[in-house]
């Protein structure tokens, strides 16, 4: 009697500590689940003309998808509370094909956006950031309108290149929308009327469409400047920038060079900043001459500059890319004064300084090999036990199994004790 009353007062107490915790635990994540939707391909026919989605694509072995399922379900959450329209979903794309094709998904984890029937690939970093101003950008208006002097001063404040339509309604207008329907996932675009653009800035006629950006402006020009669109990829960056990795890659769609400081990861030493302001000054000086060709940066790091030459650049270097080709170009010596980038400059665009690299099929084998080496040392030097039981283990068999083989092939054909050597063999029938 007494055991079962001590019994059934601990049980008592014990119950409502894990009950408290599992309630504790739903209230928490069930909000945040609620989130985000799991779905499948019958999203194809169920979802409404005016439905937006913003979906991770994933694949059930993708490590790096898992890792980002927290970074989802933040960015799900604050879109919720920032009173977003934006459904949030994540579909298995492997499970769901008719969903991932038409998204086109190849590589994982993939995060795409669907309104009015056109889908939307991010391809900026990974961050709850980032991928909330995605979200945000397009699913709002294709063309935003800066109907104030104060709002577009607001909107040049928080843009370092600003797209802008100026004028009425107009073909170019039409033009410029579809341009912004493909360039939405990378960038906003405004229009404004004449009378809000900043003092003293005068457009030969309207309509027009100008970028305003390094402190200054630039107006299309249809009959020197290609279509609307090539113009926007060509003009969507500052001249001088700092360059990271996504930027770098959008930057190949720009058909410009980059000329690039690449700065080690103590970016503040003294020969750092020398080869750092060196090209800002050299972007300044020279931006009427090489404006329309080049970009100017600087870049922390050079994983991935070092991924496109398959070297190691000793550090800080300044070199200029072709990224149209994966080509680049080297200073014979590292650069001190505006003279040596001058002449590097002239001697890249005169063909007296040979490209390296580039997208030949040679240049695509090296970089295979490449990158296997690199996804490999790593993993030798940490795991070299692991290593040695992924290649060893397979070998063994593979040892095992021949040597089984062979026995048996002659234990068939109750051959005489000649050498194993199947080569010896062969040898000796020739010489026969
Ligand atoms: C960069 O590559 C493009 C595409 O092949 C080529 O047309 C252009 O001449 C190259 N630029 C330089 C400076 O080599």
Same mark, same amino acid.
């Given at each position: /009697? ?12 014990? +119950?409502?500590? %894990?009950?408290?915790? =599992? ?25 409404? %003309? ?46 769901? @094909? ?5 998204? $086109? ?9 669907? $309104? ?47 797209? =802008?339509?100026? *004028? ?6 039409? !033009? ?27 457009? %030969?006629?309207?309509?027009?469409? !100008? =970028?305003? $950006? ?18 926007? $990829? ?7 920038? #700092? ?18 400081? =690449? ?12 080869? @750092?302001?060196?090209?800002? @000054? ?24 070092? *991924? ?25 010596? #590292? ?50 036990? +692991?290593?040695?039981?992924? /290649? ?13 083989? #062979? ?11 000649? %050498? !194993? ?12």
């Amino acid at each position: /009697m007494v055991q079962t009353f001590l019994s059934l007062n601990l049980l008592n107490m014990a +119950l409502p500590l %894990p009950f408290t915790a =599992v309630l504790l635990l739903c209230a928490f994540a069930a909000p945040i689940r609620a989130y985000v939707e799991e779905l499948d391909d019958s999203l194809l026919e169920t979802r409404q %003309p005016d439905d937006i989605w913003l979906i991770k694509f994933y694949a059930p072995w993708c490590r790096l998808c898992m890792e980002m399922d927290a970074t989802w379900h933040l960015a799900a959450s604050e879109l919720k509370s920032a009173g977003s329209p934006v459904n949030v979903g994540k579909c298995d794309a492997v499970a769901n @094909k008719g969903l991932a094709k038409a998204f $086109k998904v190849h590589s994982y984890p993939a995060i795409c956006m669907w $309104k009015n029937d056109v889908k939307y690939i991010h391809s900026g970093p990974r961050t709850s950031d980032a991928i909330v101003e995605f979200a945000h950008r397009v699913s709002g208006p294709l063309i935003r309108p800066l109907t104030s002097a104060q709002l577009f001063q607001h909107a040049l404040q928080r843009h370092d290149v600003m797209f =802008v339509y100026v *004028g009425a309604s107009s073909p170019l207008k039409g !033009v410029y929308s579809s341009v912004a329907e493909k360039m939405i996932v990378s960038m906003y675009f405004f229009s404004a009327g004449r009378d809000v653009l900043p003092e003293g800035t005068s457009l %030969p006629a309207l309509p027009a469409v !100008v =970028v305003f $950006k390094d402190g200054g402006y630039l107006s299309y020009n249809e009959t020197s400047d290609g279509s609307l669109m090539a113009w926007v $990829k060509r003009e969507r960056f500052q001249n001088y920038a #700092r360059i990271d990795n996504y930027m770098l890659y959008h930057m190949g769609d720009s058909e410009k060079l980059v000329l690039l400081a =690449v700065l080690d990861d103590a970016h503040k030493s003294p020969q750092n900043l020398r080869s @750092k302001s060196l090209v800002q @000054k050299f972007s300044q000086d020279y931006k009427d001459v090489y404006s329309r060709k080049v970009h100017f940066g600087f870049m922390v790091g050079a994983d991935y500059i070092n *991924g496109l030459i398959m070297g190691e650049l000793s550090l800080p270097a300044v070199l200029l890319l072709n990224l149209s080709t994966d080509s680049y170009f080297l200073p014979p010596e #590292r650069p001190e004064t505006e003279r040596h980038l001058l002449d590097f400059m002239e001697q890249v665009l005169n063909g007296s300084i040979q490209a390296s690299g580039g997208s030949g099929v040679t240049q695509r084998l090296r970089r295979l090999v490449y990158d296997i080496k690199v996804t490999l040392s790593p993993l030798l030097t940490e795991a070299p036990v +692991l290593i040695f039981f992924l /290649m060893g283990f397979p070998l063994a068999i593979l040892i095992a199994a021949c040597y089984l083989c #062979r026995k048996n092939r002659r234990g068939d054909e109750d051959e005489d004790q000649r %050498p !194993v050597s199947s080569w010896g063999q062969n040898a000796h029938q020739k010489s026969d």
